[in-house]
Structure formats: C-alpha cells, structure tokens
Nanobody
Framework: QVQLVESGGGSVQAGGSLRLSCAAS????????MAWFRQPPGKEREGVSV???????RYADSVKGRFTIARDNAKNTLYLQMNSLKPEDTAMYYC?????????????????WGQGTQVTVSS
C-alpha cells in the first residue's frame, strides 16, 4: 500500500504562485509514476501533469509553461510549482501514483490517491 498526503494549497490572487507538495509513504517502489490531478467545482477530475521516476514529464495543454512538476525520489515527495495562476485553476488538487501509467493523464490509470488540497485563485 501507498499513502499520499498533499499540502501547500491555499488562496491566491490571479498572477500569483503556489507550490504543492505530496509526501508518499509505504511501498513507494510500486509507484514509479506520480501525477497531479484537479477537480474544479461541479466538473470532472482532470489530469494536470505526470512525472516518471526518471524525470520524464507530461503536462496538460492548459498548464504548459505555467506549472512545473518535480519529484525528489530520496524524499519520496512530489511537487507542483504553479505560476501565473488563473481563476480557472481553482480546484481541489490531488496527488496520484501508479505502477504503470505510461505518463497517462487519465484518472482511472492511477491506483493510489491523496485526500486533496484546495487551490483558490481570485480575480
């Protein structure tokens, strides 16, 4: 089993920045792929970015150039640096992990999920 705990959410004005963190514990060797998803109010969960253990990444078009995903394998921690935030980035942000997602941004491809951290961007 793998446990994921997100932190770093909050409220920020448009144009601001936030850095999310996700601490992983348990059998983390089974989770070479780690990702961020988000779920805006009243909408479906959507993929934001994914990173493989070797540093390969993929981003949703909506966040390219603004968000950066990173991981510290020694600390079993995943990060999401979010810059130039927009009101449409407002959502609950979730950390997820999988054995073999192959850089997928589809929620059903992930086995483990955190509880989420809220990000609110005001205009």
């Amino acid at each position: 089993q793998v446990q994921l705990v997100e932190s770093g959410g909050g409220s920020v004005q448009a144009g601001g920045s936030l850095r999310l963190s996700c601490a992983a514990s348990g059998y983390t060797a089974s989770t070479p792929y780690m990702a961020w998803f988000r779920q805006p109010p009243g909408k479906e969960r959507e993929g934001v970015s994914v990173i493989k253990w070797n540093g390969s990444t993929r981003y949703a078009d909506s966040v390219k150039g603004r968000f950066t995903i990173a991981r510290d394998n020694a600390k079993n921690t995943l990060y999401l640096q979010m810059n130039s935030l927009k009101p449409e980035d407002t959502a609950m942000y979730y950390c997820a992990a999988a054995l073999s997602s192959f850089l997928s941004l589809v929620p059903s491809d992930y086995n483990y999920w955190g509880q989420g951290t809220q990000v609110t961007v005001s205009s």
